[in-house]
């Protein structure tokens, strides 16, 4: 088992080399290698156990929401927090009931399973948005937009598919019952999420002298701690992960950059082993059933439901119509909506795996089309520039003591600027160092006769007080072309 394991990965790994320029996501790959080695294909693999699969994802989504949480900067989300906030709350509700009401209507569904089916797909996938958002450079609002609703609407759609499925086993419930049951699982998570992430920052501050080791344990510990207490308070422990992510992650803490990295790695192995996972429970032989309701869920999700969630949630916010029409393409469905999907056969009540297969035809459809196609739209929409240039090295401050300075990336863009400057001619604010250069993936040890040019990244030790005086200065030495 660890050698197929190990050469699936590996697998993985070279058809995401191979596929880069096609801009395929890496959740389609994974979802493929694990129905190509399932027991439909291949037969290498035979897996059906559905209640396992459940509690595996769970454990992967913890640490997918936190990274979602963690990656949020409040800078970000501050100027767009209206719109987002209503997306990821009311417009997941929206899309739910909006996309039921159709789909019952067209296929003689009832409505509480056919609200169950669109609970199960009203969220938007933060993975698929972020990898591929995140290398190109697209108006700032916009991106915001879509990427922070990525990451924060997955916990509204878990708690209500919950509560669907407790409605239709028939838990004993009432109405009111129900709205507080509701009410406590999403604002005690959002309360939960923010003690443990103040308390966690304080921590981190209390314990920064120890190995760096420990510091990512401790991160762990956290996580788990966050879901953990909040789900024995029978609280949304999805939210409160999110929402200890989020705080943790807009706080001063020892060595950041290296938990940040740590967390997207987590969040990482978490998606790629989801999804393999997710395609092995596939047996694509009952496509042929299911194909129909699936293109349909697709169709109307995408061309109905989801622009007219964003065009009641994005009023009178000021976005022209090509950003909302941007917004509501950019809504990928994917890891979240095939894990809900398997709640249903583990609650007894999706025996022959329809409700899965329909989400997973859908989802899969979503990432096809949308997921490789949101560059083009945004070329289309005049709403994209040139692609983002990834730094190959980075580097951090690392201190154990508190400090009013930052380690920060200057870029000089050599489509913007031409012309070069000498070290020595800069007059940078006082106690400022360029530490580093990087040049065409090189590395330079600069010094006062060192001559910086348009394409270089410069590291640079600085006051926090003075980034932007110390950036200015530097970037005022060229011309514009």
Request: aromatic share 10%; proline share 3%; with cysteine.
């Amino acid at each position: 088992m660890l050698l197929l394991t190990s050469l699936i990965l590996m697998f993985i790994v070279f058809v995401a080399a191979v596929s880069r320029k096609l801009n395929v996501p890496l959740i389609i790959i994974a979802l493929a290698i694990g129905i190509i080695f399932g027991s439909d294909v291949t037969g290498i693999i035979y897996f059906d156990d559905t209640k396992l699969t459940q509690q595996l994802a769970d454990i992967a989504l913890i640490f997918i929401l936190f990274a979602g949480g963690f990656g949020t900067k409040r800078s970000n989300l501050k100027p767009v927090i209206k719109p987002t906030m209503l997306l990821a709350t009311i417009g997941v509700l929206l899309t739910a009931n909006i996309t039921a009401l159709i789909f019952c209507v067209v296929t003689g569904w009832t409505f509480l399973k056919s609200v169950l089916l669109c609970a199960i797909i009203s969220s938007t996938d933060a993975a698929a948005v972020f990898s591929i958002l995140r290398t190109r450079s697209i108006n700032k609002s916009v991106t915001s937009i879509a990427e922070i609703e990525s990451a924060a609407n997955d916990p509204m759609a878990i708690i209500s598919t919950l509560f669907i499925i407790q409605l239709i086993i028939g838990t004993d419930i009432n109405t009111f019952t129900s709205i507080l049951l509701f009410s406590w699982q999403l604002f005690g998570g959002v309360c939960f999420g923010i003690l443990i992430g103040v308390a966690g920052s304080f921590l981190y501050n209390k314990i920064r002298n120890i190995d760096v080791g420990y510091l990512y344990l401790f991160l762990i510990g956290l996580i788990l701690l966050s879901f953990g207490l909040a789900d024995l308070c029978k609280a949304s422990g999805m939210i409160s992960v999110f929402f200890t992510g989020f705080i943790v992650g807009n706080q001063k803490i020892p060595y950041k950059n290296g938990i940040s990295s740590f967390t997207e790695t987590l969040s990482f192995i978490a998606n790629v082993g989801l999804f393999i996972l997710l395609g092995l429970l596939v047996f694509p032989r009952n496509f042929p059933s299911i194909w129909f309701l699936g293109i349909l869920l697709f169709i109307i999700v995408t061309f109905v439901s989801r622009p007219l969630t964003v065009f009641v949630c994005t009023l009178f916010t000021g976005l022209s119509l090509k950003e909302k029409i941007f917004i509501s393409w950019s809504g990928l469905r994917g890891a979240v909506p095939i894990v809900l999907a398997t709640y249903p056969a583990a609650a007894g009540i999706d025996d022959q795996h329809q409700i899965f297969n329909i989400v997973f035809f859908a989802v899969t459809l979503s990432i096809l089309f949308q997921g490789t196609t949101i560059g083009k739209l945004a070329e289309l929409l005049n709403l994209s520039g040139k692609n983002i240039r990834k730094v190959k090295q980075t580097m951090e401050l690392v201190t154990v003591h508190d400090t009013n300075y930052e380690l920060i990336e200057i870029f000089v863009d050599d489509e913007i600027y031409r012309g070069e400057c000498k070290i020595s001619d800069l007059s940078l604010p006082v106690g400022t160092t360029i530490t580093m250069i990087n040049r065409n993936n090189s590395v330079i040890a600069p010094s006062g006769k060192t001559i910086i040019l348009p394409g270089d990244v410069l590291s640079v030790l600085i006051e926090n007080t003075k980034v932007e005086e110390g950036t200015n200065e530097i970037l005022r030495m060229f011309s514009k072309q």
